[in-house]
């Protein structure tokens, strides 16, 4: 096993037991659930870090295919396989999320910008699947599903990352609300949190590449 | 390197055929005026958000029908496009004449909707309200929907029975789109003044240009078949 994923595992667990048995500041309403940085955020950065890979891969696909040489469909099986634990990553900060806003706001759905950027993304992504799902020939799915990858990501970027400061809202980092932001966050959560974070791209990194593995076992056994 | 000669020749091309030698264009404004009928009919005086609400399905439904339509031609007709022009000119004169249709129905529908359902009710105190921001902030964000329509429908097109699965692929990317254009037309309509408007009209124009831009970039890659 690689270093890498040793560590990825260690991260996690460390990030579970401290998360969970560590101190944290008292704050009003928040009180325990201030816990969830520890699971609900990872989960994001570990799907824009997916997602940013998935895009690298769409990229690198259709710069292979010139001069009459063929698609390397390497290139598409990984920017599957990354965009489709990214969507994993995503439900799992939704429902994270949803947990931790019945406790504090007492709803689990409210029309706040980051919701909705969450749930386009997801569509979005339930979108590129759909359109693979419906090309047969696959040096043309691989073309069109690429393209498409690249586009939706930049204006994903545009939903997810410039319109929430355009309008105010009630999660933690907006309109005055804490959140990991350099003055409010209590130095001891940072030794949890950053932790958390790598380990769970590491572990997001690791099911993505088993994936692409076990596709490309599958596309050898199955002569096309 | 974009001809401006190559715009001109697709641009002739779909008036030939779109406008001259078939009704193609009446087919969305068509839908527009059924749906907006349909509204009518659904509704009894709408307050300003339903209203708004309403008029901004209508034109999303209707640009998609227009979109669908500008991609659709048949393989001999690509074949002679495709020698005429490169695919970057091709998307943006196809993004021209999508963003012409879409203002056409867009006006046509802000037309039948004050006739149907009437002009949403203010309250009393706001005095007159002129018209012009309101319009140019649905005109901008008609611009804007066909920019990300224009190349979705390209998209599309290369699938077979693609054009199921074009609203799938078009809406959630409409999604950040919308959101501008309906804020921008909501603040004109409620009389707001000009300087809260310009940030929206910047918006729209970013998400006019954005996708067009992106679009161009990929363009050649999605063609090239």
Redesign the interface.
């Known amino acids: 096993m690689k270093a890498w994923k040793i560590l990825g595992i260690a991260l996690v667990g460390y990030s579970l037991f401290a998360g969970l048995t560590s101190d944290v500041p008292r704050l009003v309403i928040l009180n325990e659930t201030i816990r969830n940085l520890y699971f609900h955020v990872p989960m994001w950065f570990t799907m824009i870090a997916l997602l940013g890979a998935s895009l690298a891969y769409s990229l690198r696909l ?1 710069r292979s295919g010139g001069d009459g040489e063929p698609l390397n469909l390497e290139r598409d099986r990984q920017a599957r396989a990354f965009a489709e634990v990214a969507m994993i990553f995503s439900l799992l900060g939704l429902f994270t999320g949803m947990v931790w806003a019945k406790a504090t706001w007492g709803t689990y759905w409210t029309a706040d910008p980051k919701l ?1 950027g969450t749930a ?1 993304t997801l ?2 992504y ?2 590129y699947f ?2 693979r799902s ?2 047969d020939d696959a040096e ?1 799915r691989a ?2 599903a ?3 990858n ?3 990501f ?2 994903m970027i ?2 997810i990352g410039i ?1 929430p400061r ?1 309008t105010d809202s009630l999660h933690p980092g907006n309109g005055g609300n804490p959140a990991f932001g350099s003055y409010d966050l209590d130095h001891g959560m940072r030794l949890v949190f950053y932790p958390a974070v790598v380990g769970w791209i590491l572990m997001g990194w690791w099911i993505a590449s088993l994936r692409v593995r076990l596709d490309r076992l599958t596309a050898q056994q199955t002569p096309s | 390197m974009i001809r401006l000669r190559a715009i001109q020749q697709i641009l002739q091309w779909e008036w030939a055929l779109e406008y001259r030698r078939s009704n193609g264009w009446f087919l969305p404004l068509l839908f527009a005026a059924m749906v907006g009928y349909l509204c009518s009919l659904l509704v009894r005086e709408p307050s300003p958000t339903v209203w708004l609400a309403l008029l901004w399905m209508t034109m999303v439904f209707s640009a998609l029908q227009t979109a669908l339509r500008s991609f659709a031609a048949t393989p001999g007709q690509w074949l002679y496009l495709n020698q005429l022009v490169a695919p970057t000119e091709l998307l943006i004169g196809k993004t021209m004449t999508t963003a012409l249709n879409c203002l056409l129905v867009t006006w046509t529908s802000l037309a039948l909707f004050s006739l149907w359902l009437g002009w949403p009710h203010l309250p009393e105190q706001m005095g007159q309200v002129p018209l012009w921001p309101f319009v140019v902030s649905l005109s901008l964000g008609a611009i804007a929907l066909s920019s990300t329509l224009s190349f979705t429908a390209a998209l599309a097109s290369k699938i077979e029975r693609g054009t199921g699965i074009m609203a799938v692929l078009s809406i959630p990317l409409l999604l950040p789109t919308l959101l501008i254009a309906v804020r921008a037309s909501k603040l004109a309509l409620l009389g707001e003044p000009l300087s809260n408007l310009y940030p929206n009209w910047a918006g729209e124009i970013l998400m006019a240009g954005l996708p067009l831009a992106l679009g161009a970039l990929l363009f050649p890659y999605l063609w090239r078949s």
């Open positions: 259709l909705n386009v569509l979005i339930a979108a759909i359109l419906s090309v043309k073309r069109l690429a393209v498409y690249v586009f939706a930049v204006l545009v939903f319109l355009m």
